[in-house]
């Protein structure tokens, strides 16, 4: 599995859980939870990404840009996940917020596999691609991990 495959998986599995947090929308309990959920694969995937990829990325003229957007946008994005994070799950403010973190994650997804993807394959050697796969996989594993750990200890309080 080369990174773009890997990366891919984890687009997928972040569109998935969307999907859920939308469908519970008459449920205030069922949204924290799902929400919780995508902020762990959030966290892990951005950090495993940037690690990863738009660190390789940054090295190239040609895909500076790209990286430097993806990361201001996932910084957006953690900053809209904190702000949910303070709101009341049952208010109509808490289901907007919702509707904005959807759509501009979505927008993010589609403007990395779009755009990025294609730049990147054309700086990042087929080698190189393919060997980045795995350390994506493990560090966004290790990271969803210790994400939820942390999540645990913060529900224990
Ligand atoms: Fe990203």
Same mark, same amino acid.
Request: proline share 4%; net charge negative; aromatic share 6%.
């Given at each position: ?8 998986? $984890? ?9 859920? +947090?939308? $469908? ?10 799902? +929400?919780?959920? +995508? ?9 495993? *990404? !940037?690690?990863?990829?738009?660190? @390789? +990325? =940054?090295?190239?003229? *040609? ?18 996940? *904190?702000? /949910?994070?303070?709101?009341? @799950?049952? $208010?109509?403010?808490? /289901?907007?917020?919702?509707?904005? /973190? ?6 993010? /997804? ?6 990025? =993807? @294609?730049?990147?394959? !054309?700086?990042? $050697? ?8 795995? @350390? ?11 994400? *939820? ?9």
């Amino acid at each position: 599995m080369d990174i773009f495959d890997a990366l891919l998986q $984890s687009h997928e599995q972040q569109r998935a859980i969307c999907k859920r +947090l939308l $469908s519970a929308i008459g449920e205030p309990e069922q949204r924290r939870q799902v +929400l919780d959920e +995508l902020k762990v694969e959030m966290a892990a995937h951005e950090t495993a *990404e !940037e690690r990863t990829f738009y660190v @390789p +990325l =940054f090295a190239h003229d *040609e895909t500076v840009d790209a990286a430097r957007h993806g990361i201001a946008e996932h910084h957006e994005m953690d900053e809209m996940v *904190e702000d /949910l994070e303070q709101a009341d @799950p049952g $208010s109509p403010e808490w /289901l907007e917020s919702i509707g904005k /973190l959807v759509q501009k994650l979505e927008h993010h /997804l589609q403007e990395e596999e779009e755009k990025f =993807f @294609p730049q990147a394959r !054309e700086v990042l $050697s087929r080698g190189q691609q393919k060997a980045l796969g795995e @350390p994506y996989r493990e560090e966004h594993e290790r990271l969803a991990a210790k994400e *939820e750990e942390e999540q645990e200890r913060a529900q224990q309080h």
